[in-house]
């Protein structure tokens, strides 16, 4: 794998930019349990104690650095697909900035323009959110991490929803939310979905009231878009025509599941009216599945038996104007 990594970072050439000087390419993938291999505190979650070198996961550097390649390949290959690589990358369950610096430098995305956008979260885990994004296509204007809360109950032990504004090459701003909402534990978990949802909605609804046409939420919902409902009515759902097809992002006992999605501010699908949402199903992260018909996607460890794989999510792309 490691030769291949490098015959991609040798034969990779960066596209011509004048082709798509208009638009944004658009990446989220949630990286699973993208941890590095050190116990950086005394009181480390349970999480981060796993993935280290001596934790019961033996999480090595060299383990690390084989996610980090796979990773860069993987942006590699949706470049030679798309024509670029992601101007806009969200990411989920990353430990720290600390692991994306890593990511950017220990690859062939080192020759690339990336800057990081990251906040720690209270996530119990120990993972957050975060975004990268190309320095020269995009100028950050503001960032911040935004809690889950509503008014009856205080914020939630959770991944925080993350807003980043830029200002494009063009002159117009768009903003980015980041999300990772809470995990499924049977019907008793899901007010704490529709209490991020919730909170979504009123950002939303915020931006839009200021004056913000360009918006774009997405990320990693753990739940379908017949459960979003309510939030797509103010804002477009891409990922429902697709999910009505029966595609998904991540498989659950032999069927495919779309949590992973990209919404848009109407103003934007307006400007935008052949705007698809893609899943990306990378050829050499993809694997038989043995257990139910066709494939999945290649995990880091397959319950305890380190396989090599990124996660158990395909990651999502848009390109808009």
Same mark, same amino acid.
């Given at each position: 794998?490691?030769?291949?990594?490098?015959?991609? =970072?040798?034969?990779? %050439?960066?596209?011509?930019?004048?082709?798509?000087?208009?638009?944004?390419?658009?990446?989220?993938?949630?990286?699973?349990?993208? +941890?590095?291999?050190?116990?950086?505190?005394?009181?480390?979650?349970?999480?981060?104690?796993?993935?280290?070198? *001596?934790?019961? #996961?033996?999480?090595?550097?060299?383990? +690390?650095? #084989?996610?980090?390649?796979?990773? =860069?390949?993987?942006?590699?290959?949706?470049?030679?697909?798309?024509?670029?690589?992601?101007?806009?990358?969200?990411?989920?369950?990353?430990?720290?900035?600390?692991?994306?610096? *890593?990511?950017?430098?220990?690859?062939?995305? %080192? %020759?690339?323009?990336?800057?990081?956008? $990251?906040?720690?979260?209270?996530?119990?885990?120990?993972?957050?959110?975060?975004?990268?994004?190309?320095?020269?296509?995009?100028?950050?204007?503001? /960032?911040?991490?935004?809690?889950? /809360?509503?008014?009856?109950?205080? !914020?939630?032990?959770?991944?925080?929803?993350? *807003?980043?504004?830029?200002? #494009?090459?063009?002159?117009?701003?768009?903003?980015?939310?980041?999300?990772? $909402?809470?995990?499924?534990?049977?019907? /008793?978990?899901?007010?704490?979905?529709?209490?991020?949802? =919730? #909170?979504?909605?009123?950002?939303?609804?915020?931006?839009?009231?200021?004056?913000?046409?360009?918006?774009?939420?997405?990320?990693?919902?753990?739940?379908?878009?017949?459960?979003?409902?309510?939030?797509?009515?103010?804002?477009?759902?891409?990922? =429902?025509?697709?999910? &009505?097809?029966?595609?998904?992002?991540?498989?659950?006992?032999?069927?495919?599941?779309?949590?992973?999605?990209?919404?848009?501010?109407?103003?934007? &699908?307006?400007?935008?009216?052949?705007? %698809?949402?893609?899943?990306?199903?990378? !050829?050499?992260?993809?694997?038989?599945?043995?257990?139910?018909?066709?494939?999945? @996607?290649?995990?880091?460890?397959?319950? @305890?038996?380190?396989?090599?794989?990124?996660?158990?999510?395909?990651?999502?792309?848009?390109?808009?104007?």
């Amino acid at each position: 794998m490691l030769v291949s990594l490098l015959i991609a =970072a040798i034969l990779w %050439r960066e596209p011509q930019e004048a082709a798509r000087e208009d638009s944004l390419f658009l990446m989220f993938w949630n990286l699973e349990n993208f +941890f590095d291999w050190r116990r950086d505190t005394v009181l480390a979650s349970s999480s981060e104690a796993e993935f280290t070198s *001596l934790g019961k #996961r033996h999480w090595t550097k060299r383990k +690390f650095v #084989r996610k980090c390649q796979a990773i =860069a390949k993987s942006l590699l290959w949706t470049a030679d697909e798309q024509g670029s690589l992601p101007d806009v990358f969200g990411v989920a369950e990353v430990e720290s900035e600390k692991v994306l610096e *890593l990511l950017l430098k220990e690859t062939a995305l %080192r %020759r690339q323009d990336y800057g990081i956008v $990251h906040y720690d979260s209270p996530d119990p885990r120990g993972i957050d959110v975060a975004l990268l994004y190309r320095k020269r296509r995009l100028k950050l204007l503001d /960032s911040k991490p935004l809690r889950i /809360s509503n008014d009856s109950l205080p !914020p939630l032990l959770t991944r925080d929803i993350l *807003l980043v504004s830029f200002r #494009r090459e063009g002159g117009d701003s768009i903003t980015f939310l980041v999300n990772h $909402h809470p995990s499924k534990y049977g019907s /008793s978990s899901d007010w704490r979905r529709e209490a991020a949802m =919730a #909170r979504l909605e009123t950002i939303t609804d915020s931006l839009l009231a200021s004056g913000w046409k360009n918006i774009v939420a997405m990320g990693d919902f753990n739940d379908t878009p017949g459960s979003t409902s309510e939030y797509s009515k103010k804002m477009v759902n891409l990922a =429902a025509p697709l999910a &009505a097809r029966g595609q998904g992002t991540i498989k659950y006992s032999g069927r495919w599941e779309m949590i992973d999605m990209f919404f848009i501010s109407p103003f934007l &699908a307006k400007r935008n009216p052949a705007a %698809r949402m893609k899943v990306e199903k990378i !050829p050499f992260l993809m694997v038989k599945d043995n257990t139910h018909s066709g494939e999945k @996607p290649l995990r880091t460890f397959t319950g @305890p038996r380190y396989t090599g794989g990124v996660s158990d999510h395909c990651p999502i792309t848009l390109v808009i104007r």
